[in-house]
């Protein structure tokens, strides 16, 4: 393969590259030389699963042990003592290193699933930060000043508004970016949310002499199943890899046609060539865009499990789909987020008042996704929903 090719392959999907002329000149050596490199990701274990939103990064990594990379795949147990402060508005809780521990256990096992295991060296970063000290930890804190730290996002807005920021906060960055120094990392994965962490390594190389600055390659942030908010497990709109397959499969089936392309572009193995095919195929209605989701949702099932399992799967889904005789076309409209059940009802067509869809919905005749509203002052959250009165009256509703 050519190194241009890899590197689109690396580049797809990236949000922000920093030192693309190092991660080029690290192919090329590997290419032309044989020699490997060390492309590292930190993982906190501070919850048991993985979801997709996840394995984004894996699945870049995954691209990179393609193109000759060593996988550094630190496990944070000792920085999941202290949690990542990025993005919260208050101090997060201490978890106990048992608690990490298990943790990372299964996080290792669902790694495991994306990256090749052979080319996957598995880190821990207490390794090095029990042994730092408190001489060595005094010394890493003059590397770094209150004033820049302060500069980032989360910590200036909690700041300005007088919350509570722990001083073992300020030291959460110091160490992720002192990992990349005991590691001698040339190039470390993550998503936009961990910029400024990301390079915290690159000065943190440069003031201990490591010799190199490592690159960074940031991933964009994965949509949950609403299509609005990020993947995440408290929100309940994720997918874990660890869920059944016929789990995994309806999950990805309930996503929005426009959703769709968000996740083959990020989590599918099909070309982007191959993948804007589809998309002409689609809006030239040679391919149904069920059939393409359909496609979607065999691949990602079949990778955290196995063929069989996403064939039954389908299978199941197919048969559930049947069952509750859903047409495959449905009428679709486009409400603003709050609109009051009734007069989406209306709106939609599948009522001609809104007094007699609250007649409906007494007697039992309206569901959303398939389960009955009883509600009659239920407000409509952004999200796709299938609207149904009675037996035979279908529309799709995206609210945004």
């Keep these: 393969m ?14 922000e590259i920093i030192d693309r002329e190092r991660i080029e000149k690290l192919v090329r050596d590997y290419y032309e030389k044989g020699e490997p490199y060390y492309v590292k990701l930190g993982l906190d274990p501070t919850a048991p699963d993985l979801h997709l939103g996840h394995t ?3 699945q870049k990594l995954a691209t990179f042990q393609k193109h000759g990379a060593v996988v550094q795949l630190l496990i944070g147990d000792f920085t999941a003592m202290i949690g990542d402060p990025t993005g919260k508005s208050e101090t997060r809780k201490v978890l106990d290193r048992e608690t990490v521990r298990r943790n990372a256990e299964t996080y290792q096992e669902q790694a495991f699933k994306v990256l090749d295991a052979s080319r996957t060296e598995l880190m821990f970063n207490s390794t090095w930060l029990d042994a730092l000290g408190a001489d060595g930890l005094i010394q890493l804190t003059t590397q770094y000043n209150v004033a820049r730290m302060l500069e980032r996002d989360d910590f200036e807005k909690r700041y300005k508004s007088g919350q509570s920021i722990a001083v073992s906060e300020f030291l959460y960055p110091l160490l992720q ?24 390594g690159r000065h943190l190389q440069r003031a201990y002499g490591v010799g190199k600055e490592q690159a960074v390659l940031m991933m964009p ?11 995440s497990k408290s929100l309940g709109n994720y997918v874990g890899i660890a869920e059944p397959a016929r789990e995994i499969y309806a999950k990805l089936m309930s996503i929005s046609d426009e959703l769709m392309w968000r996740y083959y572009e990020l989590l599918s193995d099909r070309s982007l060539e191959e993948i804007a095919r589809m ?3 689609v809006a030239a209605g040679t391919l149904h865009p ?13 990778r955290f499990h196995d063929e069989a399992a996403a064939k039954d799967a389908a299978e199941a889904f ?13 009428p679709e409209v486009d409400l603003e987020a709050g609109t009051w059940i009734c007069k989406a009802l209306v709106d939609a067509g599948l009522e001609p008042s809104t007094s007699q869809a609250r007649r409906d919905m007494k007697q039992g005749a309206v569901r959303i996704d398939q389960k009955k509203i009883s509600d009659e002052q239920l ?3 952004p999200g796709e929903y299938i609207l149904q009165v009675g037996k035979r009256k279908f529309a799709k509703a995206k609210v945004s």
């Design 56 to 58: 984004v990064i894996l």
């Design 279 to 281: 998309k002409e195929e």
């Design 177 to 200: 970016g002192y990992d990349s120094v005991a590691m001698k990392c040339d190039i470390e994965l993550g998503g936009t949310d961990q910029k400024f962490n990301l390079l915290m």
């Design 290 to 302: 069920k059939k393409a989701k359909e496609m979607l949702a065999f691949e990602l099932t079949a």
């Design 2 to 15: 050519s190194v241009e090719k890899a590197l689109a392959e690396i580049e797809r999907g990236t949000a």
């Design 379 to 381: 407000k409509l959250e």
């Design 221 to 231: 942030i994965l949509e949950g199943l609403d299509g609005i908010q990020k993947m």
């Design 318 to 330: 197919d048969a559930l789909f049947k069952a509750r005789e859903i047409p495959d076309d449905l």
